[in-house]
C-alpha cells in the first residue's frame, strides 16, 4: 500500500497529484487487504495532510483493483484515462482507467 506524488519522464494528463495504490501476493486477493488498508491511508491523507483530492489509476484490464477504487467510493474519471508512460506501446496494461476521490466525497461516506 502507498501513497505518493507520481513523476514520470512526462506528467501524466492529471498532474500534480497524489496516488494511493496496491499490490498484493495472490493469497490474500479477494480478502480485503487492499480495502481496509487503503481506508486508513485515505483517512490520514485527508484529515492529517489536508489533501483535497486521492487518484488512483490501473491498467483498463485489472477489474480487481478497479473494484476495490469503486468500493473505496472513488469515481471513475473517463477523461483522464491515460497510456501509460512507462509501458511498451501495444502491451495490453499500456491503456490505464483513473478514478478520484474528493476530500469531501470521502467525509459524506464517512459521516453518512
Known sequence: MWA??????EPLPFDPCVEIGW???P??????VAQE?????????FETLQLNEVVSFTS??????????QRLGML????????????????????????RLS????REQAHG
Open 4 to 9: 505518493w506524488v507520481p513523476t514520470y519522464p
Open 23 to 25: 499490490r498484493l501476493i
Open 27 to 32: 493469497d490474500a486477493w479477494g480478502r480485503g
Open 37 to 45: 488498508a487503503a481506508r486508513i491511508w485515505l483517512r490520514f491523507g
Open 60 to 69: 483498463r484490464i485489472n477489474w480487481r483493483s478497479e473494484k476495490v477504487m
Open 76 to 99: 471513475r474519471d473517463a477523461s483522464g484515462d491515460f497510456d501509460h508512460p512507462l509501458i511498451e506501446d501495444g502491451h495490453p496494461l499500456k491503456p490505464h482507467v483513473l478514478y
Open 103 to 106: 476530500k469531501d466525497q470521502f
